[in-house]
């Protein structure tokens, strides 16, 4: 059977998500790696009508490109694997964008691309959800809400067919689900970048530990991702059933309630995975 290599990447545009999975030819029916820093052939240009888009091109059909892109500070804002991409930079300032071809041979770094918006595109952030999520410049803070902090759903809800059972038990009368207790609390904000900060509860004591980072807000899917070692803020003792906590299902989002549902992937009580929803409400 022919194999097929697949390079599976997570691609985070500013303020868009992509989960990229391409088909290449066989790896093995590659020329072996010829390539040199110096000779590789892409582009990295911003749009003449736009200059917070640039536009990312692999000029060398031979190679499997691989793009990561930074703001100023070094936070990784995404990657691609596309052999022709775009990416949005609404905010002003310097990003570096870092190409890369993989051969059968071996890959391949070229010299980093530095890239300067002069200014923001304020027009990118024109749709409402974006000031329900983050109030903006001056930022937004949610917490859990204990009317109903938690609950579980099939996999595709809530969509208006198939797999989308839900069920969020009311808090009163079913406290089993998690304590009652101040887990901590997320913070998202626009000021000059995609920032958060998530405040985490440990699950046995009154601990806390503060992360700070960036974040990707995919509307059109419904997407939320946290970057550079930030999680989701969480309640009760469901940490362990979920391997992926910084890549998220936005269920539910208006100017006053927040639902996010991470996959339970691992078996309780030999249930199986399903979604597990967690409800926010703004800090007071």
């Not at 888009?53 to 694997?81: C, F, M, Q, R």
């Not at 009311?170 to 000021?191: C, I, Q, R, T």
Request: net charge negative; charged share 20%; glycine share 8%.
């Amino acid at each position: 059977m022919k194999r097929i290599l697949y390079i599976v990447i997570t691609a985070i545009t500013i303020g868009s998500l992509l989960f990229s999975c391409e088909p290449v030819e066989d790896r093995e029916s590659l020329p072996a790696i010829t390539q040199t820093s110096s000779n590789l052939k892409f582009s990295v240009t911003q749009n003449a009508a736009n200059k917070n888009v640039v536009i990312l091109k692999n000029e060398d059909p031979t190679v499997i490109p691989y793009w990561k892109y930074t703001d100023a500070a070094g936070n990784e804002l995404g990657h691609s694997n596309k052999g022709d991409d775009q990416v949005t930079f609404p905010f002003a300032g310097k990003y570096t964008v870092y190409f890369t071809a993989y051969t059968r041979g071996g890959s391949v770094d070229a010299a980093p691309v530095v890239v300067d918006v002069a200014q923001n595109d304020t027009s990118y952030f024109s749709d409402p959800k974006w000031n329900m999520l983050t109030n903006g410049v001056d930022g937004k803070t949610w917490v859990l809400d204990f009317i109903d902090p938690v609950g579980w759903a099939g996999l595709d809800y809530p969509a208006a067919s198939g797999d989308n059972w839900n069920w969020f038990p009311d808090y009163a009368s079913n406290s089993w689900v998690m304590p009652n207790k101040d887990w901590g609390e997320m913070h998202f904000d626009l000021n000059g970048g995609y920032n958060t900060k998530v405040t985490q509860t440990a699950i046995a004591s009154t601990e806390q530990t503060t992360k700070t980072g960036t974040y990707g807000f995919d509307m059109a899917n419904n997407k939320l991702s946290f970057n550079g070692g930030v999680e989701m803020l969480y309640g009760g003792d469901y940490y362990g059933d979920v391997s992926n906590w910084y890549s998220v299902k936005v269920v539910e989002l208006s100017a006053t309630s927040l639902r996010l549902a991470v996959i339970r992937d691992k078996s309780r009580k030999g249930e199986g995975v399903c979604l597990i929803v967690f409800h926010y409400k703004p800090k007071p």
